[in-house]
């Protein structure tokens, strides 16, 4: 299958678009930071600034699937750069109108988008945008459902939790405390009761794979691991992984955050993860 990526370079564009050439799927990617591909990496790649006019080799690729991972800017998430985004996205689409062998388009949402939620998270909920990127992600995720819509297109937006592993943000949580515990530091943490949905990158490649391969419109689904994990637990594990001392366990506090009910995931996509969050921290400890 041809497949055209956006974000290729990124966090998950860069795992993403080895595996899928894995599998034997004829990709290309585009990106702004094409001094960021992988060495030994075989896979082929354009310049491309989201918005701005295709080349006539993307044109003439003529991808039946896009995925589009590319958003501006991140952790940069004010009103200037989500509007940024969004005008660039309406220029994008009017770019993929000259494509006419498009079947598919898959997209990245963010587990941001269930603002002011608690506890599990269903795909049929309903939250009201407070803030500007999730403005934007609402305004993209209707922009680009019409689209497909009127063009008979299948439509997947992959709303992703927190996601982490290799080749993640210096500053995330799990990398700073990982680095932190290598030079002999306490990682600073404003809170240890503080709770997120952690799923292992790798977990995510393969939900995106299985949506490519699925002909029908999946809609909104959620990706996360469907569990709550507070920061000290991440903490233990990091400290576990380095022989450090576990410290007192400290039940004092409940956790609260959101999670992924990922029951849809599992009926349409027969996608669960396959990391536990030992797993994927051990995994991502390797590289320190």
């Not at 094409?34 to 075989?42: E, I, N, P, R, V």
Request: net charge neutral; charged share 20%; aromatic share 12%.
């Amino acid at each position: 299958m041809k497949i055209l990526i956006t974000g290729a370079t990124g966090f998950i564009g860069s795992r993403l678009i080895i595996f899928l050439n894995s599998l034997g799927h004829e990709v290309i990617g585009l990106s702004r930071n094409l001094q960021l591909t992988k060495a030994g990496d075989k896979s082929q790649y354009y310049p491309y600034h989201l918005g701005a006019p295709f080349s006539s080799e993307i044109i003439n690729f003529l991808p039946e699937v896009v995925i589009h991972l590319a958003w501006e800017g991140i952790p940069n998430f004010s009103r200037e750069m989500s509007i940024i985004n969004l005008n660039a996205n309406i220029r994008f689409l009017q770019e993929l109108e000259k494509i006419t062998s498009i079947k598919k388009i898959i997209i990245s949402g963010s587990c941001w988008e269930y603002s002011g939620s608690s506890g599990a998270c269903f795909e049929t909920d309903i939250s009201i945008p407070n803030t500007y990127f999730v403005w934007a992600k609402y305004s993209v995720h209707s922009l680009f459902k019409i689209f497909c819509d009127e063009r008979d297109l299948y439509f997947d937006w992959l709303r992703i939790f927190y996601v982490y592993g290799p080749g993640q943000r210096a500053a995330s949580l799990i990398p700073t405390i990982l680095e932190s515990i290598k030079h002999g530091a306490m990682p600073k943490i404003n809170n240890i009761f503080s709770a997120n949905d952690y799923i292992y990158i790798d977990d995510v490649v393969h939900a995106i794979s299985r949506a490519v391969d699925i002909d029908k419109s999946l809609g909104i689904v959620n990706i996360g691991s469907g569990v709550l994990t507070q920061t000290k637990e991440v903490l233990r594990i990091c400290q576990n992984l380095y022989d450090l001392p576990m410290p007192t366990e400290d039940n004092s506090a409940s956790s609260v955050g959101i999670y992924a009910n990922i029951s849809k995931a599992k009926t349409l996509m027969d996608w669960i993860p396959q990391y536990s969050l030992y797993q994927g921290i051990r995994e991502t400890y390797k590289v320190f």
